[in-house]
Structure formats: structure tokens, C-alpha cells
Nanobody, 123 residues
Framework: QVQLVESGGGSAQAGGSLRLSCAAS????????MGWFRQVPGKAREGVAA???????NYADSVKGRFTISKDNAKNTLYLQMNSLKPEDTAMYYC?????????????????WGQGTQVTVSS
């Protein structure tokens, strides 16, 4: 049974940094693609960053140059380093796993989801 548990969310000032973690279990971590998504109330969930099973990354234009996705196969953990945070980054952040080969930012490509961690950025 796939389980994904996010942590590391919280509050930050604009220009600050946070690092999100996603601890995974129940499957062979290195053989799946993974991604980070975010959602604010009343809006659709959007892809933020993704990494394919081979390590190729993909980022939304809104976070390019500020966010970095990475994974530690030995620890079965996915990370999202968020720098130069902006108030518009405020959202619930979710990690997800996909059995596909790519690094899609489309939520429909993902099969399992964590419960989310809240990120709030104040100006």
C-alpha cells in the first residue's frame, strides 16, 4: 500500500525559504516518477515540480529558478526546496507518485497522493 507523508510546511516571510519533504513507503521508490503540486481554496490543483524515475526534472514557469525538486532513493524521500518565496506561493502542497515514465505536471497523471502540508508566505 502506497503511503506518502508530507512535512516541512509552515509560515515564511516573502523572500524566505522552506524545504518540504515527502516520505514514501509501500512501493519501490526509485522506479516511480514523483511530483509536487499545490492548491488554494476555490482553484484547481496545479503542478509545481516533477521528477522522472531517471531523474529528469520539470518545473512550472512560476517557480523556475526558485524551487528545486530532488529525491533521495536511499531514504525514500522526495524534497522541494523553495527559495525566494512569494505570497502567491501560499497554498496546500501535496506530493504524488506516478507509474508513468515521464515528469508530467498534470495532476491526472498521478496515482497516489499525500495529505498535504500548508505553506503560508506573508509580505
Amino acid at each position: 500500500q502506497v503511503q506518502l507523508v508530507e512535512s516541512g510546511g509552515g509560515s515564511a516571510q516573502a523572500g524566505g525559504s522552506l524545504r518540504l519533504s515527502c516520505a514514501a513507503s509501500g512501493y519501490i521508490f526509485s522506479t516511480y516518477s514523483m511530483g509536487w503540486f499545490r492548491q488554494v481554496p476555490g482553484k484547481a490543483r496545479e503542478g509545481v515540480a516533477a521528477v522522472s524515475r531517471s531523474g529528469i526534472t520539470n518545473y512550472a514557469d512560476s517557480v523556475k529558478g526558485r524551487f528545486t525538486i530532488s529525491k533521495d532513493n536511499a531514504k525514500n524521500t522526495l524534497y522541494l526546496q523553495m527559495n525566494s518565496l512569494k505570497p502567491e506561493d501560499t497554498a496546500m502542497y501535496y506530493c504524488a507518485v506516478s507509474r508513468s515514465l515521464g515528469n508530467s505536471l498534470f495532476p491526472g497523471a498521478y496515482d497516489n497522493w499525500g495529505q498535504g502540508t500548508q505553506v503560508t508566505v506573508s509580505s
